[in-house]
C-alpha cells in the first residue's frame, strides 16, 4: 500500500514537471515569435506607436484614455498625439492642439540595441509644400523592446520635450 501511494506520488509530481515545463516553452515561443513580428515590423518600417502614457517635462505624467498614435511607413509618416507643456509660439490654427502631421519627407534611421530592442529616429525633413503637416516637430526617437514596448521623445523647436509610452502593433492599411 505504502509502495503505491509512493508511485502515485511520483507519477503526480512528475506530470506536474512536464506541464510546467510545457507551459515555459510555449511561453518562450510566443516570446520569440513577437520578438521576430516587431523586428520584422520596425526592420520594414510599417507599424503604429500606440501611445497610453504622457510624461510632460513639466508637471506630472498621466495616462492617456483616448487612442493617440504615431504611424509609420516607408513614405510616410503620421503623428496624433497630445501635448502637455510650455509652447514657444501659438499654433497656426488654434482649434489644432497636440502634435498633429502628416509627413512624406523624412529621414529614418534604425539602431538595433544591446537586448534585442532597437533606436528609431525620424527627422521630418520640412520639403513638403504646406508647413503646417511638419510645423516645429524636429525628431521623433523611438526606443523599441523586443517584446513590443516602446517610448517616444518628441523634440520641437517651439514647444517644450515631450515623452510618451506605449507599444508597437502591426499597421492596418
Known sequence: MKLLKNISALLLLTFIG??????QSTSKDRKAARALAIKNMVEAQ???F???????MRGAGRSLTSD???AVSKDTIAAFLPYFGRA?????????????????HFTYTSKAGKKGGWSVTIKPTGKDKNISD????????????ADGYASLQVTSSNRDPISFNGTIEKRVK
Open 68 to 70: 493617440y498614435d504615431l
Open 18 to 23: 512536464i506541464n510546467a515545463a510545457n507551459a
Open 134 to 145: 511638419w510645423r516645429d516637430v524636429q525628431t521623433l526617437r523611438l526606443d523599441i523592446s
Open 88 to 104: 514657444y509660439t501659438a499654433p497656426y490654427n488654434p482649434t489644432e492642439g497636440g502634435i498633429k502631421f502628416t509627413n512624406t
Open 50 to 56: 500606440k501611445a497610453n502614457y504622457v510624461t510632460p
Open 46 to 48: 510599417n507599424y503604429v
